[in-house]
């Protein structure tokens, strides 16, 4: 994976979890803040007995139950087509006091893995060419 321009990467150390965070620098060096997005993408796992599409429909409903309890705005479920053939499944939330704070959550590579975006809307390119791109 390739780190874009004003992200810094970290990976965790533990070889089982093979996860990776992206943090967003602030464009300043002298900032109120230290991260303006995050992404992270993972393993996911799910209880076995359960098959991908059930695992899909139960995560969305998760998903909208905890993001519209809080007032937030959610779009989704939305099909993104990977380059490596595969379809991902996306949940969007934002924020009704920040509307561009948004919180997006995809499902990627038969459900086993997770991709995860929080930052400013106009950052979400980023988080879908990097999903789009993962072999």
């Known amino acids: 994976m390739r780190v874009p321009l004003m992200w810094t990467a970290s990976i965790d150390e533990e ?6 965070d992206l943090n967003r620098l602030p464009v300043w060096l002298v900032s109120a803040e230290k991260v303006y997005g995050q992404i992270s993408l993972g393993p996911w796992d799910y209880p076995s007995k359960e ?11 998760v998903f909208w139950t905890l993001h519209s309890a809080t007032d937030d705005v959610v779009t989704g479920p939305m099909e993104i087509k990977l380059n490596s053939g595969g379809p991902a499944r996306c949940m969007e939330s934002a924020y009704r006091t920040a509307p561009n704070a948004v919180t997006v959550s995809c499902l990627l590579f038969q459900r086993k893995w997770k991709a995860e975006f929080i930052g400013d ?3 979400i390119g ?3 060419y990097l999903i ?4």
Not at 15 to 20: A, G, L, N, T
């Open 15 to 20: 070889p089982m979890d093979r996860s990776v």
């Open 51 to 61: 098959s991908p599409e059930q695992v899909s429909k139960d995560w969305t409903v």
């Open 121 to 123: 809307k106009r950052d």
């Open 126 to 128: 980023v988080f879908f």
């Open 132 to 135: 789009r791109n993962l072999d």
